[in-house]
C-alpha cells in the first residue's frame, strides 16, 4: 500500500499553487486584479486548499460554477469574494446569495429573479453582468441589449453592478483571429459601460488570454488551468514557467511471472510477447485512470517508465515490467507527477486520449484522497 496508507492518493502541493498565482499575478499591470478559478473542487485539486494557496499567491478573488461550490468555500474564506459563474435556477440563486456570493447576469428575466431574492433577503446582490462576444454559451450577444442590462442593474436598489465581462473561445489557439475578434467587440463596450458606471470591474481573459494577451487583462482575469501548475496551451507547463500542482500516486500490489502469450485484464487486448513479469497497481478507471489509457500510457515505478498494458479495468491496471525485474510488491508507482529524473504530466494523458488536461484532472474521482505534498 502507499505510504499513506490508502491503494491510491492524490498529493497536492499547494506551494506549487501559491507559486503559479505569484507567477501569473507579476503579469499584471497596475491595479489588475487575479481571480482564481477553484470550481470543480478545484479542478480535481481540492477546493479549499487550492483556493488558500491561491490567495496567499496573490489571488484576491474565488471563481466557481455553482452555489454549492460557493457555500463549500464561504466558511474558509468569510471576507473574500466568490463568483458564481454559472447558471442558476431559483433556489441555487438564493443560496448563492445566502452565502454571500457575487452572481453573473446575462438576461432580464434573471436580472429580475435576482433582484426579488435579494429584496426578499434584505440584502442587496452584487451581480457582473456577462456579454457573449463569440463563446456561444451563457451571456447576452447583442450589443444594445447588454448595455441595457447594465443599466438595469444599476438602477435596481436591489442591485449592485459589480462587473462587467465576457469569456474567450479560442484563446489557447495559435491563431489570434477569433480571439481578436472578440476583443473587437467587447472593448467598445467597456468603453461605455466605464463611462456610464465608475467601479465597474471588467474582466474576460482565462490563463491562456493571460499568458498570450496583456490587452485582454482589463481589471481582472480569471485563472484556472495555470494556476494548478498545467498548461493552457496543452504542451508543457515548464514553458510557461508553470509548475504541476498534482501527482496521482499508487503502489505495485503485486508482480507475477507471464509465459509468452498469457493475457492481461479483460477481453486479452495485450498478450506477454516473450516471457515477462509484470505488476498489477490497484487502480483504475473507477479512480480516474481512464479505460482509454488501455495500452496507450505508461507508469513509473523505480523512477523508470514501464508501459500499461491490458485493459484498465475500473480498480486495477498492470504494467510490463520487462524479462528481469528487481520491482517487488509494495513498490511505491506515479501515475502523474515526478518520480526520480523522470515525469509524466496531465497532458501527456490528454494526448493520448485525445482531450484536454482539464479533463484529466476533474476526472481524478473522489475516492483517490486528495492530500498535501510532503
Not at 479560442?170 to 477569433?178: H, L, M
Not at 518520480?339 to 475516492?367: F, H, K, P
Request: hydrophobic share 40%.
Amino acid at each position: 500500500m502507499s505510504e499513506t496508507g490508502d491503494r491510491a492518493v492524490a498529493r497536492v502541493d499547494s506551494k506549487a499553487i501559491e507559486r503559479n498565482c505569484k507567477l501569473l499575478a507579476s503579469k499584471l499591470e497596475g491595479r489588475t486584479q487575479l481571480c482564481a478559478v477553484v470550481k470543480a473542487d478545484g479542478y480535481g485539486h481540492g477546493a479549499t486548499a487550492a483556493a488558500r494557496a491561491a490567495l496567499d499567491g496573490g489571488a484576491t478573488t474565488l471563481a466557481v460554477a455553482a452555489a454549492a461550490e460557493a457555500e463549500a468555500l464561504r466558511p474558509s474564506f468569510p471576507e473574500v469574494a466568490i463568483l458564481v459563474l454559472g447558471a442558476l435556477t431559483g433556489d441555487e440563486l438564493r443560496r448563492a446569495l445566502a452565502a454571500g456570493a457575487e452572481v453573473t447576469v446575462w438576461r432580464e428575466r434573471f436580472r429580475a429573479l435576482v433582484s426579488s431574492a435579494a429584496e426578499s433577503a434584505g440584502t442587496p446582490a452584487r451581480v457582473h453582468v456577462k456579454h457573449d462576444s463569440g463563446m456561444g454559451r451563457l451571456g447576452e450577444p447583442d450589443p444594445e441589449a447588454v448595455l441595457e442590462l447594465v443599466q438595469a442593474c444599476a438602477e435596481d436598489p436591489n442591485i449592485e453592478l459589480g462587473g462587467f465581462c465576457t469569456h474567450f473561445a479560442t484563446a489557447d489557439e495559435e491563431d489570434p483571429g477569433f480571439m481578436e475578434q472578440q476583443l473587437g467587440r467587447f472593448e467598445p463596450l467597456v468603453e461605455t459601460v466605464r463611462a456610464e458606471h465608475s467601479g465597474v470591474t471588467v474582466h474576460a481573459a482565462n490563463s491562456a488570454a493571460t499568458l498570450r494577451e496583456p490587452r485582454t487583462h482589463f481589471d481582472m482575469v480569471r485563472c484556472g488551468i495555470a494556476i494548478y501548475g498545467m498548461d493552457p496551451f496543452q504542451s508543457d507547463p515548464a514553458e510557461q514557467g508553470l509548475e504541476p500542482a498534482l501527482a496521482l500516486c499508487s503502489y505495485v500490489a503485486d508482480v507475477k511471472r507471464f509465459a509468452q502469450g498469457t493475457s492481461a485484464g479483460y477481453g486479452r487486448s495485450w498478450r506477454a510477447e516473450r516471457d515477462t513479469w509484470v505488476g498489477v497497481l490497484p487502480i483504475g478507471y473507477g479512480d480516474g485512470v481512464r479505460r482509454g489509457l488501455s495500452n496507450n500510457a505508461e507508469v513509473l515505478i523505480g523512477g523508470d517508465r514501464y508501459p500499461v498494458v491490458g485493459t484498465v479495468s475500473m480498480d486495477n491496471l498492470t504494467v510490463d515490467l520487462g524479462p528481469e525485474t528487481e520491482i517487488e510488491s509494495g513498490a511505491p508507482a506515479v501515475l502523474i507527477g515526478r518520480q526520480g529524473e523522470e515525469e509524466i504530466l496531465a497532458e501527456d494523458w490528454a494526448r493520448s486520449l485525445e482531450t484536454i488536461n482539464y479533463e484529466v484532472t476533474c476526472g481524478i474521482s473522489s475516492r483517490v484522497p486528495r492530500v498535501p505534498a510532503e
